[in-house]
């Protein structure tokens, strides 16, 4: 089995920071590429920003400039900097990891639980 727990959330005043990490345990081969989505009460789950092996990331428009997505490979996290927060950035954070169990495997999709980010003054 393959777990992904978040961490870091909770309350921050507009304009500050949060770091948020995602670690993977289990029984991985390789982890294709890492993400965080989020979801606002009322909208749909969206993409914030992805990393994919090799280094290369992707942002959603909205955070790009604020949020800083990285990983470490050795220990099978990704990270999310997020810097000059907005109210609107209100939501839950999930983790997201395409991972390998084998070598001979197919990546899975894989979530984590979750991690609320408040930003409100």
């Known amino acids: 089995q393959v777990q992904l727990v978040e961490s870091g959330g909770g309350l921050v005043q507009p304009g500050g920071s949060r770091r948020l990490s995602c670690a993977a345990s289990?029984?991985?081969?390789?982890?294709?590429?890492m993400g965080w989505y989020r979801q606002a009460p009322g909208k749909q789950r969206e993409l914030v920003a992805e990393?994919?092996?090799?280094?290369?990331?992707n942002y959603t428009d909205s955070v790009k400039g604020r949020f800083t997505i990285s990983r470490d490979n050795a220990e099978n996290t990704v990270y999310l900097q997020m810097n000059s927060l907005k109210p609107e950035y209100t939501a839950v954070y999930y983790c997201?990891?395409?991972?390998?169990?084998?070598?001979?495997?197919?990546?899975?999709?894989?979530w984590g639980q979750g991690t609320q980010v408040t930003v409100s003054s």
């Open positions: 997201r990891g395409v991972v390998r169990r084998r070598f001979y495997s197919i990546g899975q999709v894989y």
């Open positions: 289990g029984s991985i081969f390789s982890i294709n590429g």
């Open positions: 990393i994919i092996s090799g280094g290369s990331t």
